[in-house]
């Protein structure tokens, strides 16, 4: 879906996918709520989100039983690349600089100029060599804008926008990705125009643009890419958490549905993690308890797991899938017993 430029930027800016999430994750949505303004827009604040840098990247085990989790989300130039090679070696450098949440290192080839960088509205004239195929990124000279569009979709497109918010204009760099061992990306950044950082953004544009990347992720989410709803999510959080307490109440939606999302990626620890934000504002939030239920029970936490489950069911004693997932759990629990009681009698007998 093509994301309509946001006027007030102007020139800145759990085993495996199941057929039964694909048929009923529609119906299950909830309608969209309307962002509440918040007086005031201070800087942003580092807190415990329990959000992902690349939410595809998880390597715990796919926890089970698929439709039940996530039965609803919450709401709803002619210049060539050769010749750029061919700068003067006055201004070829070696540096070498690790983006902060490690998900890739980026190698310096032609240092840029100025000490300005693009920021979130920033339309970019850029050069690109080496993008993987299905990356949705263009080879040769593009336009892409920063916190905007589709191409950001996914991980790719991700791990592009960070490097063009660390380069200068005129700047060649290569993204190598840890473990990767396909060749490394190339950019040349041409040029780009004035964007703002986040905490420059009023209110207003802040929510309108967390509106969007939320109804982005919710569609990524009922095409089956759990992975980019789940960047798209995260990006919303960012933007809101960024707003005074306790900030709207749509972030409680956003935790929920990034739970949802993480689950499906194998990442329990990390839904975990949101299901909590949830439960800070709503307690008796019914797909929170079973999302983390469910987390917990991946995480090998059962009386956690437990709980939680019977949190759900004594609201809800008709919850399918709350039941079935009690159920598991019970006889998980039984099986541990057993075989605690069999060391025992080893150890004593």
């Given at each position: ?54 939410p595809a990247s998880g390597n715990a085990e796919t926890p089970h039983n698929t439709e039940n989790l996530v039965a609803g989300l919450e709401g709803d130039s002619d210049r060539s690349h050769e010749s750029a090679r061919e700068i003067p070696g006055s201004r070829q450098a070696s540096d070498v600089w690790y983006c902060p949440d490690g998900s890739f290192v980026k190698k310096i080839i032609i240092r ?238």
């Amino acid at each position: 879906m093509e994301t309509p430029p946001v006027s007030p930027l102007g020139e800145k800016d759990i085993s495996h996918p199941q057929r039964q999430w694909e048929r009923n994750s529609q119906e299950n949505l909830d309608s969209t709520t309307q962002f509440r303004q918040q007086p005031g827009d201070p800087p942003a604040a580092a807190s415990e989100q329990g959000l992902s840098p690349d939410p595809a990247s998880g390597n715990a085990e796919t926890p089970h039983n698929t439709e039940n989790l996530v039965a609803g989300l919450e709401g709803d130039s002619d210049r060539s690349h050769e010749s750029a090679r061919e700068i003067p070696g006055s201004r070829q450098a070696s540096d070498v600089w690790y983006c902060p949440d490690g998900s890739f290192v980026k190698k310096i080839i032609i240092r840029g100029h100025g000490s300005d960088k693009p920021k979130l509205g920033s339309r970019c004239r850029v050069l690109a060599f080496g993008c993987p195929f299905g990356s949705e990124l263009p080879e040769g000279w593009t336009e892409l804008t920063v916190g905007i569009g589709p191409w950001r979709d996914e991980s790719w497109g991700e791990l592009v926008e960070k490097c063009l918010e660390s380069m200068c204009q005129g700047e060649e760099a290569e993204l190598q990705l840890p473990g990767h061992s396909g060749p490394p990306v190339r950019l040349t950044l041409d040029s780009f125009t004035q964007g703002r950082d986040s905490w420059e953004l009023e209110t207003s544009e802040k929510e309108a643009l967390a509106r969007e990347e939320r109804a982005r992720g919710t569609e990524l989410f009922r095409a089956g890419n759990a992975a980019g709803a789940a960047r798209c999510y995260g990006r919303a959080l960012r933007l809101l958490l960024t707003l005074p307490p306790p900030g709207p109440p749509e972030r409680t939606v956003l935790h929920a549905n990034l739970a949802a999302c993480q689950l499906l990626l194998g990442q329990p620890q990390l839904a975990a993690q949101n299901c909590d934000r949830v439960l800070e504002r709503e307690p008796g939030h019914l797909k929170a308890l079973y999302r983390r239920g469910v987390a917990q029970a991946a995480l090998g936490n059962l009386e956690k797991a437990t709980a939680d489950l019977k949190k759900v069911l004594a609201v809800d004693p008709k919850n399918r899938a709350a039941q079935e997932e009690l159920g598991k759990v019970v006889i998980e629990r039984k099986r541990q017993d057993a075989g605690l009681a069999q060391g025992l009698r080893k150890m004593f007998g």
